[in-house]
């Protein structure tokens, strides 16, 4: 799990990151050491979380911080592994008054996410089919006067009602010029005639995510929008076929970048990223990316 180099222990804070490792999420954190795997919570979930690892490599304990300090003082742990990323300064504070010498292991973290396992990408593969199958039952409700909120309203009840645990992401659903903004905050703009429709959408599966965006035309689209909608339609499919393994991050981005910018189209996002317990993980599909 952990290579224990520099360190003696892992504490994990971070939710995501908590089920990740202990395949449950309530509030607590982790202690992960080469001899035993702490799962630490309060009375009010530490039933739930017995249940949950029974069986596992993990041990529930009722514990609060005072636990970590006792621990680390019995079994001689001078060197906290923590992931940086996502730990709050509070919990950073907290921690050095258990131990006071902490190491970043948030690429150590990072490693072990961005490799998924078979029983992960079907996760995925599922939360991805469950967006679509929403999205095409959206369609019929697109309807002059239908403002951003309904539909947003009817994503995510149909979220719940095929068995997602909710969205992996605040959905967002833009009408007109809305749609020209990345992050648009979905509002009580109603759809008029001759407008376009964007969708940027995703639910939670088994506790793994979807991301989803799709552009769509209510009427008659003019001659600029088409021209937009070719082009990108050609930058995706010039990435999609050409895209390899060993690749940088920066020259896939650049496979769509570039078939954008020789119609002076600007890119004012990426390609992509990777998707899991997280909505944006790595690899990032980027202008500067020198991931391979």
């Not at 908590?18 to 799962?39: P, W």
């Not at 079907?122 to 309807?143: N, S, V």
């Not at 995510?156 to 645990?165: D, N, V």
């Not at 793994?208 to 050609?234: I, M, N, W």
Request: with cysteine; glycine share 8%.
């Amino acid at each position: 799990m952990f290579s224990f180099s520099g360190y003696d222990a892992v504490i994990i804070t971070d939710e995501k990151q908590i089920f990740y490792f202990a395949g449950y999420k309530a509030e607590g954190y982790l202690l992960i050491t080469e001899n035993q795997n702490y799962f630490c919570t309060d009375k009010r979930y530490f039933y739930a979380v017995e249940k949950a690892v029974y069986g596992t490599k993990f041990k529930a304990v009722v514990g609060s911080w005072e636990f970590l300090k006792d621990y680390c003082e019995k079994s001689g742990i001078k060197r906290l592994g923590v992931d940086y990323s996502v730990t709050t300064l509070e919990q950073s504070y907290l921690i050095r008054k258990c131990c006071s010498c902490l190491k970043d292991v948030s690429d150590e973290i990072k490693k072990q996410t961005l490799i998924k396992t078979d029983a992960e990408i079907e996760k995925i593969r599922k939360a991805c089919l469950i967006t679509e199958q929403t999205f095409l039952e959206i369609i019929p409700y697109i309807k002059e006067g239908v403002t951003e909120l309904d539909l947003r309203a009817e994503i995510e009840y149909r979220f719940l009602k095929k068995g997602a645990s909710g969205t992996s992401f605040e959905p967002i659903v833009a009408f007109g010029e809305n749609s020209a903004v990345p992050h648009h905050q979905t509002g009580n703009t109603r759809l008029e005639k001759n407008k376009a429709v964007l969708f940027d959408i995703g639910c939670v599966l088994g506790g793994y995510c979807s991301d989803f965006t799709r552009t769509l035309f209510f009427g008659q689209p003019d001659k600029e929008f088409l021209h937009a909608y070719s082009c990108v339609y050609d930058a995706f499919y010039n990435a999609y076929n050409n895209i390899k393994t060993g690749m940088t991050c920066s020259q896939a981005d650049n496979l769509a970048r570039s078939v954008l910018e020789s119609e002076n189209l600007p890119f004012t996002h990426s390609l992509g990223h990777g998707v899991g317990i997280n909505i944006h993980e790595t690899p990032y599909l980027r202008k500067n990316g020198n991931d391979i």
